[in-house]
């Protein structure tokens, strides 16, 4: 079973950055992609980030391309989503996922494990 525990959200202004944390109780020998999530109030859940499991491979959505980062620490089973730039429409509640099924990670359809979410507010 795998675990997902996500911090580091908050309350940020305009143009600030926020550094989002996830810990994952993965055994080590298994693969598995992991990536970010996010769903605002009367929004549709929405695709941010993912990274494989080696962490050379990451895919971002259009919204967040070239203001966040996903990394990965291997080591630590952690992952991290570095945000930058940001603005009041990144306000959400970001989730973790993790899924062997890269596909499963990035649509966010049938992914095994969701951690339990984290309120990010980016305020004007």
């Known amino acids: 079973q795998v675990q997902l525990v996500e911090s580091g959200g908050g309350l940020v202004q305009a143009g600030g950055s926020l550094r989002l944390s996830c810990a994952a109780s993965v055994p080590t020998s298994r693969r598995i992609a992991m990536g970010w999530f996010r769903q605002a109030p009367g929004k549709a859940r929405e695709f941010v980030a993912l990274?494989?499991?080696?962490?050379?491979?990451?895919h971002y959505g259009d919204s967040v391309k070239g203001r966040f980062s996903i990394s990965r620490e291997k080591v630590r089973n952690m992952v991290y989503l570095q945000m930058g730039n940001l603005k009041p429409e990144d306000t959400a509640v970001y989730y973790c996922?993790?899924?062997?099924?890269?596909?499963?990670?990035?649509?966010?359809?049938?992914?095994?494990?969701w951690g339990q979410g984290s309120q990010v507010t980016v305020s004007t």
């Open positions: 996922v993790a899924d062997p099924d890269y596909l499963r990670v990035v649509t966010g359809r049938g992914a095994t494990y």
């Open positions: 990274i494989g499991w080696s962490g050379t491979s990451t």
